[in-house]
Each structure stands twice: as structure tokens, then as C-alpha cells.
């Protein structure tokens, strides 16, 4: 089955564009994959063939008519016509490789390239559009949006790549970055290849080959790690306290989180932004026979005492959120300004009424 792809555009004329040449060029001269393109004009209203209007409410640009594309899309897709509906749009899901693979292994996508400051949202519900965005960016139009996700998808479709496998083994197939490639010449500007590569020992190459992968990973894209399995993903720190809900009162009254759980028997979970907190019923007051303004010793650095428990909030402006806490007047008596620390954080902590000491930090 050949894999067609359906544009609806105000400007046919952008297409195939650079989907001409190269690989998705070739596989289109060989009918691997088919495109045709809708004129959103021919659907226009009035003496001029409108296709926008003003924004409904004010403000900036011009809005896509929901009529208009309507239109455009039932004279493209009949009723049996399963393939997804796609709308190239910012405030779409990001596009990864598994929706490219998903896609490619369809029988053909539609795809809507929107214009101006977007599309009427009621034809986004009626005709069930699948929002996708290429990145956090904004373009001026779909079209080169959706000529890049038709040059992700058509290179996977069978017999497109001379070489099947180089498209398994890329970044991202296998949620991690492709390792770093090396070619002749032996020596360029004074640099060698890496001398495993030229071993001719392919268990070793392999080995260092997925090393260097994670690696890459780690230090570039580290939020990728977080889909292999196993990974931890995220920490929740316990903290002990005597009265569960006067305790949920303060981390929400008080620090601004939100109280997502709570079993008044034992247990509450907090949050704010991504962090999570989760209280813990305790009887344990020893905590409260401890000279909490006592200072000590702790990494060369002086610290005040406080209960057993504690943790570490990282934030991005910690001057900000202590000027916060300063004007809601919650700060402890002896939470001192944010400080530069020697390993490399500027931060300041609180007491919560339980002798927790929470620190805000934030990496210099
Ligand atoms: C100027 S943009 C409209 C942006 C819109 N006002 C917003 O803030 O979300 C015009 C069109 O370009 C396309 N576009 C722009 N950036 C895009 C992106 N990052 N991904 C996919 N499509 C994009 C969309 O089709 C969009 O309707």
C-alpha cells in the first residue's frame, strides 16, 4: 500500500519543496509514498476568497476560519479515509521519533498546515485534529513544519533508506543519543580516531559505541534517561510531623503547596512546581528538646540545628522566593538571607514547626 500524504495549505506551491530531492525525493518519484495538496483558498468566502477573520474577543492578527477549513478537509478526506488528522501547531504534543515510526507505519497522514495567529478551535473539536508541534518555537506558517515531519516519516517507510538498519540504530530509537561517528582520514588537525574503533574487535566497538551513547545522553540530554527502563525518576522526600493536618496547613498556608493526598491516620502528599513532599504522622517530639538557634559544625560550614529530618528544595531564583517568604513573613527568626555556599549553591533554610529544616537552593 502506498503511503499518501494529504496537505491542506494556502500555499500549495511550498510543496513537495525539498521533499523532492534526496531520499524523499526519489521515493516519491518511485510512488513509494504520494502527495497531494489542497488550496485552503479554493474554500474561501466572499469576493476574495476569505479564509481568516478577527480575533472573536480582540486582539493581534487573524484567526483561520472554521468554516473554511471544514470545507477544505471534507472535500480532502472521505468519510472510510482512517489516516490521522494532523494540525502542525505549537501548542501540539512534540513530535518524537515513536509518533514519527507510528505514523510511518500507517497507510498515509492529512495534514493541516495552519496560518496567521492559528485556526478556530471548534473545527480543531469537530474534525478531530491531532495537534503536533516540531519544538518550542514559533514559525510563520505549517508548511516547513509539515515538510519536516513528512521527511522524518517518508525515510522510514520500507525501502526509502538504502540501509534499514542505520534508521534503528539512530538517536532517539532506542531513547538515547546516537554515539559519536568518525570517517577517514586516520588523522585530521591532529586528531585520531578513537583506536577501539580500528581494533576490528566488534564486541569491544559495540561496547564502547553504547558507553559513549549513554554518555552523550547523560550529559545532553539527560531528561531522555528518564524512558529506560528501570531509571528512577523522580525523588519524594518523607518529613515526620506531630499533627498531620496543622502540618499540611503550613506547607500549604504558609510555603504555597498543594495538599494532592491525605489520610488523616498517617500520611500526606504535597506539591509544588515538580517538587513533592510527603508527611509522615509522628509522636517523636525529641526534636523539640534540641537548642534550635545552637549552631554547628557541619562540612566546614556553620548550620543551625535543627530536628533529624531535613531536605533540599532546588529552585531557579532563590533571592525571589526568599523575598516571598520574607513579605508572607513565614520565614524562621533564624533563617538567615541566601547565602553562597562553598559547594557552589546560594541558598537559605527554614524550620518548619516540626524541626524540619527545609533548604532553597540553587546552583551558582
Ligand atoms: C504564527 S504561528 C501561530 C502561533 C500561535 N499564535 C501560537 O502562539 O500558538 C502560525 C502557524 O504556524 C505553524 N507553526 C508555528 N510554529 C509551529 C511549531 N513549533 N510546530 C508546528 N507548527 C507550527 C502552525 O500551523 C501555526 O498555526
Same mark, same amino acid.
Given at each position: 500500500m502506498t503511503f499518501k500524504a494529504s496537505i491542506i495549505t494556502l500555499y500549495p506551491e511550498m510543496f513537495p519543496g525539498s521533499l523532492g530531492l534526496s531520499l524523499a525525493g526519489n521515493a516519491l518519484e518511485k510512488d513509494t509514498w504520494q502527495l497531494e495538496t489542497t488550496n485552503l483558498r479554493d474554500f474561501g468566502k466572499g469576493k476574495h476568497a476569505n479564509v481568516d477573520d478577527t480575533p472573536a474577543g480582540g486582539g493581534a492578527g487573524m484567526v483561520l476560519r472554521a468554516d473554511v477549513l471544514a470545507e477544505a478537509i471534507d472535500a480532502t478526506v472521505d468519510k472510510e479515509d482512517i489516516r490521522p488528522r494532523l494540525l502542525m501547531s505549537p501548542r501540539g504534543k512534540p513530535l518524537t521519533q515513536e509518533r514519527v515510526r507510528e505514523l510511518s507505519q500507517g497507510g498515509g497522514v492529512v495534514i493541516v498546515c495552519g496560518r496567521f495567529e492559528g485556526v478556530d478551535e471548534r473545527v480543531i473539536e469537530e474534525r478531530d485534529l491531532e495537534e503536533v508541534s516540531i519544538g518550542d518555537y514559533i514559525l510563520s506558517g505549517g508548511e516547513p513544519a509539515a515538510i519536516i515531519l513528512l521527511d522524518a516519516i517518508v525515510r522510514l517507510l520500507p525501502g526509502v533508506m538504502g540501509n534499514d538498519e542505520s534508521g534503528e540504530t539512530e538517536?532517539?530509537?532506542?531513547g538515547l543519543l546516537e554515539h559519536p561517528p568518525y570517517t577517514r582520514p586516520a588523522e585530521f588537525e591532529g586528531k585520531t580516531i578513537p583506536e577501539i574503533l580500528t581494533s576490528g574487535n566488534h564486541g569491544k566497538v559495540d561496547e564502547w559505541r553504547k558507553l559513549q551513547s549513554l554518555e552523550l545522553t547523560k550529559s545532553r540530554?539527560? %531528561? #531522555?534517561?528518564?524512558?529506560?527502563?528501570?531509571?528512577?525518576t523522580h525523588i519524594m522526600p518523607a518529613l515526620p510531623v506531630t499533627d498531620l493536618l496543622d502540618g499540611v496547613a503550613f506547607y500549604r498556608d504558609?510555603?504555597?503547596?498543594?495538599?494532592?493526598?491525605?489520610?488523616?491516620g498517617g500520611t500526606a502528599v504535597l506539591q509544588l512546581g515538580k517538587v513533592e513532599l510527603h508527611l509522615w504522622l509522628s509522636n517523636?517530639?525529641?526534636?523539640?528538646?534540641? %537548642? #534550635?538557634?545552637e549552631k554547628q559544625i557541619v562540612s566546614g560550614a556553620e548550620t543551625f540545628i535543627a530536628g533529624t529530618h531535613s531536605c533540599r528544595i532546588e529552585v531557579n531564583d532563590v533571592f525571589a522566593l526568599y523575598e516571598h517568604y520574607k513579605k508572607l513573613r513565614c520565614l524562621h527568626p533564624n533563617a538567615q538571607a541566601p547565602e553562597k555556599k562553598p559547594w557552589d549553591a546560594t541558598e537559605f533554610g527554614i524550620l518548619d514547626p516540626y524541626g524540619n529544616l527545609i533548604i532553597f537552593f540553587e546552583w551558582l
Open positions: 538517536s532517539f530509537e532506542n540530554r539527560p %531528561d #531522555l534517561l528518564e524512558t529506560q527502563p528501570g531509571t528512577p504558609t510555603l504555597g503547596f498543594s495538599c494532592v493526598f491525605l489520610d488523616e517523636d517530639e525529641s526534636w523539640k528538646s534540641r %537548642d #534550635l538557634n
